[in-house]
């Protein structure tokens, strides 16, 4: 006879059934992706009645073994639940384990990042884990894509440092909650779009820069807390881990997918060191161990470090009134606006990336909205904001964390770590986490574009802006390398569009003489300059109007001797200083020359003020000429702007209007 079971235990068994239930119903939710980004479906569960009925029989075996292997009326009422979820594939199911496996591989990578960023910011370790945790639920909650990994980044902490320094916590939470401000009003105006005009040559040099700058931050982890260089059998070992760690994530995915490499990796490390007692530095050594004291004191302080400056009653960020002052305010704004660029930027390309990675599109304004919630709820509860984060991102995603469970799992994971298991976490050696970082410098790292490069298939100017933005990003800063990489690429095609630039050109009526000009390729402010040489008077109008112009003058010198006995007294003391000299009032004299000039824009397109200001330039050419212009396939908002801000309504100009075949286009306005 078996014994009879607590109430305590049968509540267990419940709850037990009860997050067994709750994670099916997850596994149907559509935000956990599969493959190449499709969602995963549901949507055909009857297909197969015999896997049916013996996944119900599976399903209510465990059940009844669970609950103790008696069978009563209300028992048979609660097991008969969850039979209607008996078609939950195993599929689906090991992608909700993936999924959670994936964010605990990046909450352990991610952690003391974290740290190191809130000590780099001059704030408690805590207070980067806790940014991370309100970051990462944001994110993933509200993000523009699954799968993106949020928290405290090396260049917000970089922006914020001078901050902290001289104007202390409080300044610096301000300072955040301002800088989500701006990021939600980019979001809000769809600015996240521009994202777009960043090249795939400065995208690539962005991602190999970062390759370098995650090796480069790996070589003070061969060194302890205090600065000095490992040594001897701790060097030994320290670097045997690192190389079994990066090899495992590397080879480990090429067989065995179910668990994620990166926490394998992690797991041996751990067993290794623990079990042979490894002299090699951990990971309580690297952060400190106020970090992993572990309990919901730890877990204040790391979500309201408030409580422990000025005012232990203070929780969130304190009234307005002692803080939000005309001095913070002018010290907070440029920095404000400087970490929410930055920030966006950095987020914005890391979607981009895992775009590229997944072959999937993400919504830029989403995440441009969800990072600066994200950044606003920091910086109210004291924290140090933060952004996406490109290379745990790429843990996440390369561990099969396709959905927006794994994101928000990660800040679930830092939460429960800092809180129930720190002193793990802090047992962890570093050298596992190096390895899995050189691994994602490895896998980040454009290797195909060096093959490109060694074939000769890539441009030089292509190389060029590669390798700048790329040494750029290693040595100097992430935002300067895009700027420097976007001024280069648009310079770059400025300077190849002015070059298309071409006309065709012929003669109409032989009795009017019509000369026809066809343009081909934009006209902007980079192509002004040869659209005006293309299109100004040709010799034969110049000839033309100098041949008239001899005879005017010619003329007019006659009719003035004829006149000049008679009217030279009087007409010298009624003209005296007022009139023109004769010369002048000659040259000013429009004479027609009866030839046309038509040009056509079909193949054209005007983009911008500059290239009205071209077009009126050549109008006035010909006008002075006496040789009529007739412009062709103008669009209706460019005919209008050359009216507006020109004088070529007043010149012997045709704008010809042809609603068929007219083009339909903006100068220099957004077509979005």
Request: aromatic fraction near 6%.
């Amino acid at each position: 006879m078996m014994p009879r079971r607590s109430r305590s235990c049968h509540f267990n068994h419940y709850f037990l059934i009860i997050l067994i239930l709750s994670l099916i119903i997850l596994s149907d939710a559509s935000i956990i992706k599969k493959g190449k980004g499709s969602f995963i479906q549901f949507n055909n569960i009857l297909k197969k009645k015999k896997k049916m009925k013996k996944n119900s029989e599976v399903i209510k075996s465990l059940l009844l073994r669970i609950s103790g292997g008696r069978k009563d009326k209300r028992r048979e009422t609660f097991l008969s639940l969850p039979l209607q979820f008996s078609t939950i594939e195993r599929d689906k199911l090991l992608v909700v384990v993936q999924n959670l496996l994936a964010g605990l591989a990046s909450s352990i990578a991610l952690i003391p990042e974290a740290s190191t960023f809130a000590i780099t910011a001059g704030l408690n370790p805590l207070v980067g884990l806790g940014s991370t945790v309100v970051l990462g639920t944001f994110s993933g909650c509200f993000g523009g894509r699954p799968g993106i990994v949020s928290g405290s980044s090396a260049t917000v902490a970089m922006i914020l440092r001078p901050i902290c320094e001289k104007h202390g916590h409080l300044v610096l939470s301000l300072t955040v909650i301002l800088g989500g401000f701006f990021q939600l009003a980019l979001g809000c105006t769809r600015a996240g779009k521009y994202i777009r005009v960043v090249p795939q040559p400065v995208m690539l040099g962005f991602v190999n820069g970062l390759a370098i700058k995650v090796i480069k931050a790996q070589i003070p982890h061969f060194q302890h807390p205090h600065g000095v260089w490992l040594k001897g059998d701790a060097l030994k070992w320290h670097t045997i881990l690192v190389v079994v760690s990066a090899l495992i994530i590397d080879i480990l995915p090429r067989y065995i997918k179910i668990i994620p490499s990166p926490l394998a990796a992690l797991g041996l490390a751990t067993v290794l060191a623990n079990r042979f007692d490894l002299p090699v530095p951990r990971l309580i050594d690297m952060v400190g161990p106020e970090a992993f004291q572990g309990g919901i004191d730890t877990l204040k302080q790391a979500l309201f470090p408030f409580r422990n400056i000025e005012n232990a009653s203070i929780s969130i960020f304190p009234p307005f009134k002692t803080v939000l002052t005309s001095e913070n305010l002018l010290v907070a704004l440029p920095t404000a606006i400087e970490m929410a660029v930055v920030g966006l930027l950095q987020s914005l390309l890391t979607l981009q990336i895992i775009d590229s990675k997944t072959h999937t599109k993400g919504k830029n304004t989403q995440e441009s909205i969800a990072q600066g919630l994200g950044n606003i709820a920091s910086g109210f509860m004291g924290g140090m904001g933060g952004s996406a984060l490109l290379g745990q991102s790429l843990v996440n995603v390369n561990s099969g964390g396709t959905g927006r469970l794994s994101s928000i799992s990660v800040a679930v994971f830092v939460l429960c770590g800092i809180t129930f298991f720190a002193p793990i976490l802090g047992g962890l050696p570093v050298a596992a986490l190096v390895g899995l970082m050189l691994a994602v410098a490895q896998h980040t790292f454009s290797w195909g574009m060096l093959q490109s490069v060694m074939k000769g298939q890539v441009p030089t100017v292509d190389i060029f802006i590669i390798v700048m933005v790329t040494l750029t990003t290693a040595c100097v800063n992430m935002a300067v390398a895009v700027a420097l990489g976007v001024l280069a690429s648009a310079l770059r095609f400025a300077w190849q569009a002015s070059c298309n630039m071409s006309a065709h050109e012929g003669n109409g009526s032989s009795i009017v003489r019509i000369r026809n000009i066809r343009i081909q390729g934009p006209l902007f402010f980079g192509s002004t300059i040869t659209f005006e040489k293309l299109c100004e008077p040709s010799a034969e109008d110049r000839e033309v109007a100098k041949k008239l112009r001899i005879k005017f003058e010619n003329k007019t010198k006659r009719k003035r001797k004829k006149g000049s006995t008679k009217t030279s007294g009087s007409s010298s003391n009624s003209i005296g200083g007022s009139a023109p000299p004769p010369d002048e009032a000659q040259q000013s004299v429009i004479l027609k020359t009866g030839r046309e000039t038509a040009i056509d824009f079909s193949d054209s397109q005007v983009w911008d003020h500059a290239a009205i200001m071209a077009i009126e330039k050549v109008a006035l050419k010909h006008h002075n000429l006496g040789v009529k212009l007739r412009l062709r396939h103008l669009s209706p908002d460019c005919r209008e702007k050359l009216m507006e801000s020109s004088d070529i309504d007043k010149l012997s100009t045709e704008l010809a209007v042809d609603t068929t075949n007219d083009p339909s286009y903006l100068v220099g306005e957004d077509p979005n």
